[in-house]
């Protein structure tokens, strides 16, 4: 039962590092889109559509997908302990 508990709160825990880290970077990647809108101010787009079209392309660039690593460290990094704690 008490590892049943550790893996749902440890799933929550997970989530909510990653949808703050998702949120964070989004919100960077935001704000340094629209300063080079301000800087450079192309002909012909407005900002709202140079911030949304940067934002697709984040999120179909790598980083997005790094941050899924918040599950997969920890996850193999207990898993190690567990299994290095029984075996001896």
């Not at 590092?17 to 300063?35: G, H």
């Not at 192309?42 to 697709?56: F, M």
């Amino acid at each position: 039962m008490g590892f049943v508990r550790l893996v749902i709160f440890g799933f929550l825990l997970l989530s909510v590092i990653y949808l703050s880290l998702s949120w964070f970077t989004r919100s960077l990647r935001r704000e340094s889109l629209e300063n080079e809108w301000d800087e450079d101010q192309p002909e012909g787009i407005s900002r709202d559509d140079y911030v949304a079209a940067g934002i697709k392309e984040y999120n179909d660039g790598l980083r997005p997908k790094l941050l899924l690593l918040v599950y997969v460290i920890p996850t193999v990094l207990i898993a190690t302990i567990v299994y290095l704690t029984n075996s001896n």
